[in-house]
């Protein structure tokens, strides 16, 4: 009386498709090992002690060009981190005295307290750089 029909399962077949994610696309290229510049191993990182507060002279400062930081003591225990780059041409910045950030290529001048341009060509200020302050370190954030 009651037929109970038993159907195979031939329904259409489901495929799954695995579709090759990029997580195999990370390639990585490693450059670290020095180069032949023999300068002091200064950081180029975040997160590494750019420097000692006691390298950077109150009312100067000091340009990690590899990091591309200028990093001045404008007032004592006052430190503060710029892009070392001129936002002029893009030459890297170099002396720092009485609170000026100079640019040897085309002589703009820059504060040392907070990047604004002093003196032209520049227009724009050098942008700030976040650094943390501890135990005697610089550290570039
Ligand atoms: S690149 Fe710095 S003043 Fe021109």
């Known amino acids: 009386?009651?037929?109970?029909?038993?159907?195979?399962?031939?329904?259409?077949?489901?495929?799954?498709?695995?579709?090759?994610?990029?997580?195999?696309?990370?390639?990585?290229?490693?450059?670290?090992?020095?180069?032949?510049?023999g300068d002091s191993g200064s950081a180029t990182s975040t997160g590494s002690v750019l420097a000692k507060t006691s390298d950077i002279p109150e009312g100067g400062g000091k340009v990690f060009a590899d990091a591309g930081v200028v990093v001045t003591q404008p007032a004592a225990g006052e430190f503060k981190a710029f892009s070392s780059t001129?936002?002029?041409?893009?030459?890297?910045?170099?002396?720092?005295?009485?609170?000026?950030?100079?640019?040897?290529c085309h002589l703009s001048e820059f504060s040392a307290t907070d990047g604004s341009v002093k003196k032209g060509p520049a227009t724009k200020p050098l942008p700030a750089k976040k650094i943390t302050v501890e135990g005697g370190n610089i550290t570039l954030v």
Do not use: F, N, W, Y
Request: contains cysteine; proline residues 5%.
């Open 1 to 37: 009386m009651s037929s109970e029909s038993v159907r195979p399962a031939t329904g259409p077949a489901r495929r799954t498709v695995i579709a090759a994610a990029g997580a195999a696309g990370a390639v990585v290229a490693l450059t670290a090992c020095g180069s032949d510049d």
């Open 86 to 104: 001129c936002t002029h041409q893009g030459c890297t910045v170099k002396d720092i005295a009485d609170d000026i950030i100079h640019c040897p």
